[in-house]
Nanobody
Framework: QVQLVESGGGLVQAGGSLRLSCAAS????????MGWFRQAPGKEREFVAGMSGVSTYYADSVKGRFTISRDYAKNTVYLQMNSLKSEDTAVYYC?????????????????????WGKGTLVTVSS
């Protein structure tokens, strides 16, 4: 059974940092494009960051502040979030899409993702 389990959320002051983790029980982890999405209160869920092969892509709103990475030995993907702003407050979701040896470039579409975690809440106080 596939599971994506996020952790690392919490309350942080504006300007602070958090690192989110997503532990994935995926066979052939390397064949999956991994992404982070978020849903702020009263808003639609949106793309934040994606990693396909060694390629990474970010939403404009987080570019230069967030970094996505993955540890293939641990089947884990991370989202390092620096210089946090109040508008980063949201539930953050990890998602996976099987892409095999294909490298995706650009924004990941939610409807294309195969598996989702349950999310972890990040609250940034101003």
């Amino acid at each position: 059974q596939v599971q994506l389990v996020e952790s690392g959320g919490g309350l942080v002051q504006a300007g602070g940092s958090l690192r989110l983790s997503c532990a994935a029980s995926l066979r052939t982890f390397s064949g999956y494009t991994m992404g982070w999405f978020r849903q702020a209160p009263g808003k639609e869920r949106e793309f934040v960051a994606g990693m396909s092969g060694v390629s990474t892509y970010y939403a404009d709103s987080v570019k230069g502040r967030f970094t996505i990475s993955r540890d293939y030995a641990k089947n884990t993907v991370y989202l390092q979030m620096n210089s946090l702003k109040s508008e980063d407050t949201a539930v953050y979701y990890c998602a996976a899409r099987w892409t095999g040896s294909v490298t995706l470039i650009g924004v990941l579409l939610q409807d294309d993702m195969n598996y989702w975690g349950k999310g972890t809440l990040v609250t940034v106080s101003s």
